[in-house]
C-alpha cells in the first residue's frame, strides 16, 4: 500500500507541468486570469516621487473566446474604483481588450514568459496611455511594470504591482 502511494505521488509529480514546461506553452490570460487573483503594489508619480499603494482584487471568467476580467480597486487614500475588462483572443498569442474607460481597443502579445499591453484610458478627463509588462514569476504570480504617459511621450508615472492568483 504504501509502495503504491509512494509510486502515485512520484507519477502526479512528473505529470504536473512545472513552470519551464507552462512558460514553453507561452502565458496564456486564460490559463492566469480565470478565477481569483489579487495585485499589490503602487503607482509612483514621475514629477512629484509622490507614491500611492493599492490593491486590485480580481476575478475571470473565460468563454472559449472571451476573457471577463472584473478588477476592484482600493487605494491607501480610501478611493474605491470598479473595472472590467474584456479581453478577446484574436489569434494564437494576441488579443484585444477594452473596459469602460479604455479610448481604444488594447493591443495585448503574449510569449512564452510575459505578456506586453499598450492602451489609452481616460482618466481625470484626460486621455493617458499605458505600456504594460507582465511576466510571468511562477505558476501562480506575475509582476506588472506599467509606464504611464500624457500625450504619447509625456512620463507621469509607473505602475507596479505584484499578482498571485489564489489556488482553485
Request: glycine letters at 8%; one cysteine or more; hydrophobic letters at 40%.
Amino acid at each position: 500500500m504504501t509502495r503504491r502511494l509512494i509510486a502515485l505521488a512520484l507519477l502526479s509529480a512528473l505529470a504536473a507541468p512545472s513552470h519551464a514546461q507552462e512558460a514553453q506553452q507561452g502565458f496564456a490570460l486564460e490559463k492566469f486570469f480565470v478565477g481569483d487573483c489579487v495585485a499589490e503594489g503602487h503607482f509612483v508619480n514621475s514629477w512629484t516621487g509622490q507614491r500611492r499603494d493599492l490593491t486590485v482584487k480580481m476575478h475571470g471568467r473565460w468563454d472559449g473566446v472571451f476573457l471577463t476580467l472584473k478588477e476592484e480597486f482600493t487605494y491607501s487614500d480610501g478611493e474605491k474604483d470598479t473595472k472590467t475588462w474584456v479581453f478577446t483572443k484574436v489569434g494564437e498569442g494576441r488579443y484585444t481588450g477594452t473596459r469602460e474607460d479604455v479610448v481604444k481597443d488594447a493591443v495585448v502579445t503574449t510569449s512564452d514568459d510575459g505578456v506586453t499591453m499598450a492602451y489609452t484610458a481616460k482618466l481625470g478627463g484626460i486621455d493617458v496611455d499605458f505600456h504594460d509588462s507582465l511576466k510571468l514569476i511562477d505558476a501562480k504570480t506575475v509582476q506588472n511594470h506599467a509606464d504611464v504617459y500624457f500625450l504619447g511621450f509625456i512620463k507621469i508615472g509607473d505602475v507596479d504591482l505584484t499578482m498571485t492568483r489564489k489556488s482553485r
